[in-house]
């Protein structure tokens, strides 16, 4: 086929697409009719991982050239589609916009959904506590940095549950409006400026690199300062028209963060999932050990474990840990009684879908 004919197929089946889209669109919208009756949840990742993980099998069946990221991310604004016909989702996000939780935020639930920015990590929380929002989205760890205390800390008063989780790549890159060699100021966060340091040392010794109160400000400033470049996610270079003039220039390669969603109530079982606790042990001697002994008795894997300063009185600890599996699981749910046991306080934070391979900032197909 010539040129002509190729495009002319592929007119035909853009046709076809936009057909099935629209049919699915009408199931969708009959699926979201049945939710309200019954009042289920609007967002389940149990059943959008099971699809994604289904629908990534059936192309590497077929031999199909689409690699699984871009199949992930053309059903992700699919299902975001679908997720606005159903009912108009909120979701309340750590902002401004532009920030790495805005990435998130869009990563998981996609561009058609409405997005609410919040100031602080309490406001998130309270905007779903008090229903305004339906999901939240906030940070937990980072690869190279540990565990966002803040958001710990949220978790022991709040009755909230974790229902999904994000892993982000986090790429600060450098962005303006003018060329590279006319930068005389570059604006950003004082995280950024630290992530970046020996690359500003080696490439931008003699220009000041300015600390904002965000990204986002940053990048706002620049569109107003000539000569002024940002250093942050992609998703600024969108928002503010500005040019990537060097991508992912953190010192440290694979610098990850990881996002939770928090909602009313857990996520089902997927056969694949990951489950939060918090607690708070006597203080003794061996009890810490007494109330992490089951998890080894039953070969359950702990991911990870953070200790916080309860608020409820002096010198006493919250200690929160991940482990495999789902809290509805037989082996699992033994164990957590047995935890209960030899604990003075047990909370189980959610169960969810383990992440897929770590996502990037506007990751586009």
């Given at each position: 086929?010539?040129?002509?004919?190729?495009?002319?197929?592929?007119?035909?089946?853009?046709?076809?697409?936009?057909?099935?889209?629209?049919?699915?669109?009408?199931?969708?919208?009959?699926?979201?009719?049945?939710?309200?009756?019954?009042?289920?949840?609007?967002?389940?990742?149990?059943?959008?991982?099971?699809?994604?993980?289904?629908?990534?099998?059936?192309?590497?069946?077929?031999?199909?050239?689409?690699?699984?990221?871009?199949?992930?991310?053309?059903?992700?604004?699919?299902?975001?589609?679908?997720?606005?016909?159903?009912?108009?989702?909120?979701?309340?996000?750590?902002?401004?916009?532009?920030?790495?939780t805005h990435q998130a935020a869009i990563n998981k639930f996609g561009n058609s959904v409405a997005y609410q920015p919040q100031p602080s990590f309490a406001d998130v929380?309270?905007?779903?506590?008090?229903?305004i929002a339906d999901y939240g989205v906030v940070p937990i760890e980072n690869s190279t940095e540990g565990a966002v205390t803040h958001t710990l800390d949220l978790f022991?008063?709040?009755?909230?549950?974790?229902?999904?989780?994000?892993?982000?790549?986090?790429?600060?890159?450098?962005?303006?409006?003018?060329?590279?060699?006319?930068?005389?100021?570059?604006?950003?966060?004082?995280?950024?400026?630290?992530?970046?340091?020996?690359?500003?040392?080696?490439?931008?010794?003699?220009?000041?690199?300015?600390?904002?109160?965000?990204?986002?400000?940053?990048?706002?400033?620049?569109?107003?300062?000539?000569?002024?470049?940002?250093?942050?996610?992609?998703?600024?270079?969108?928002?503010?028209?500005?040019?990537?003039?060097?991508?992912?220039?953190?010192?440290?390669?694979?610098?990850?963060?990881?996002?939770?969603?928090?909602?009313?109530?857990?996520?089902?079982?997927?056969?694949?999932?990951?489950?939060?606790?918090?607690?708070?042990?006597?203080?003794?001697?061996?009890?810490?050990h007494r109330a992490l002994e089951p998890f080894e008795k039953f070969s359950i894997n702990m991911s990870k474990i953070e200790s916080r300063p309860s608020k409820r009185?002096?010198?006493?600890?919250?200690?929160?840990?991940?482990?495999?599996?789902?809290?509805?699981?037989?082996?699992?749910?033994?164990?957590?009684?047995?935890?209960?046991?030899?604990?003075?306080?047990?909370?189980?934070?959610?169960?969810?879908?383990?992440?897929?391979?770590?996502?990037?900032?506007?990751?586009?197909?």
């Amino acid at each position: 086929m010539n040129l002509d004919d190729i495009r002319v197929k592929i007119d035909q089946l853009d046709t076809e697409l936009i057909r099935l889209l629209n049919e699915r669109a009408d199931l969708v919208h009959e699926v979201g009719v049945v939710k309200k009756r019954d009042n289920l949840e609007i967002y389940a990742p149990d059943r959008e991982e099971k699809l994604l993980r289904a629908l990534v099998a059936k192309s590497q069946d077929c031999k199909g050239r689409l690699p699984e990221k871009s199949i992930r991310a053309i059903y992700r604004e699919i299902m975001s589609a679908a997720l606005a016909l159903e009912d108009d989702l909120k979701i309340a996000y750590l902002g401004p916009e532009g920030t790495w939780t805005h990435q998130a935020a869009i990563n998981k639930f996609g561009n058609s959904v409405a997005y609410q920015p919040q100031p602080s990590f309490a406001d998130v929380f309270e905007q779903v506590e008090r229903e305004i929002a339906d999901y939240g989205v906030v940070p937990i760890e980072n690869s190279t940095e540990g565990a966002v205390t803040h958001t710990l800390d949220l978790f022991a008063d709040s009755p909230l549950k974790i229902y999904g989780q994000v892993l982000l790549s986090i790429e600060n890159n450098l962005m303006a409006r003018c060329e590279r060699d006319q930068i005389e100021k570059i604006y950003t966060h004082p995280q950024v400026i630290a992530q970046c340091r020996g690359w500003l040392h080696k490439h931008f010794r003699d220009v000041p690199a300015i600390e904002m109160s965000s990204t986002a400000a940053a990048a706002q400033l620049v569109t107003k300062e000539p000569n002024a470049a940002v250093l942050g996610g992609a998703l600024l270079a969108d928002m503010y028209d500005l040019t990537i003039l060097e991508k992912s220039v953190q010192d440290i390669a694979g610098n990850t963060t990881r996002f939770l969603v928090i909602s009313h109530k857990t996520c089902p079982p997927t056969g694949d999932d990951r489950t939060s606790v918090m607690f708070s042990v006597n203080d003794e001697p061996g009890s810490l050990h007494r109330a992490l002994e089951p998890f080894e008795k039953f070969s359950i894997n702990m991911s990870k474990i953070e200790s916080r300063p309860s608020k409820r009185r002096a010198w006493e600890y919250f200690f929160f840990v991940d482990v495999a599996g789902h809290c509805e699981d037989p082996e699992l749910s033994s164990v957590l009684e047995q935890l209960k046991r030899n604990c003075s306080f047990v909370k189980v934070l959610g169960s969810y879908p383990k992440a897929p391979a770590v996502s990037r900032g506007r990751d586009i197909v």
